[in-house]
């Protein structure tokens, strides 16, 4: 079943890339999951620059549910759900990071680093293997593998601490 899943996300994230481009957006995360009220195809989108509306929204379910429709991809019913990934939005993509320089994140990893796992702190810099923090617990910068970031996502807390 896991495989199947993993198969129908990278399908709709193959489907979708070409409307989003066309709109000016970008490709937060996919997921397909099973919730009480059934299957859910939850996707989050975003504008590089502005945020995204609710008709920006609406504009995407339209092009990808039609697409889905004719691509029969997903064999029993589903409900489909196209939203902003909000302000503690996952970061998961070098892209991502760069453009949170200077904003705090909450960071988890796979394997502990120092025997820590979670990391709390502003974001210095980035390269091609990992994002360089300056971690608030050590007071120290920390470079943490891109591989071993399990997730990410901004503080929001620390955005109206300012």
């Not at 503690?88 to 796979?110: C, N, Q």
């Amino acid at each position: 079943m896991e495989e199947r899943i993993k198969e129908i996300v990278d399908r709709v994230r193959e489907l979708l890339l070409p409307i989003l481009e066309e709109g000016g957006f970008e490709l937060v995360d996919v997921e397909f999951v099973r919730e009480p009220v059934g299957w859910v195809l939850r996707i989050y989108a975003d504008r590089p620059e502005g945020g995204i509306t609710i008709s920006d929204c609406q504009w995407i379910s339209e092009r990808i549910g039609t697409l889905l429709d004719v691509e029969d991809l997903i064999p029993h019913a589903y409900n489909l759900e196209v939203s902003s990934p909000g302000l503690d939005r996952p970061l998961k993509t070098r892209r991502d990071f760069e453009r949170h320089v200077g904003v705090v994140v909450k960071i988890k990893t796979y394997e502990p680093m120092d025997n820590q796992r979670n990391f709390k702190g502003e974001i210095v810099s980035t390269s091609e293997e990992g994002v360089t923090i300056h971690d608030v617990s050590r007071n120290a910068d920390v470079e943490i593998p891109y591989g071993n970031i399990k997730s990410a996502r901004v503080d929001v807390d620390s955005l109206f601490d300012k």
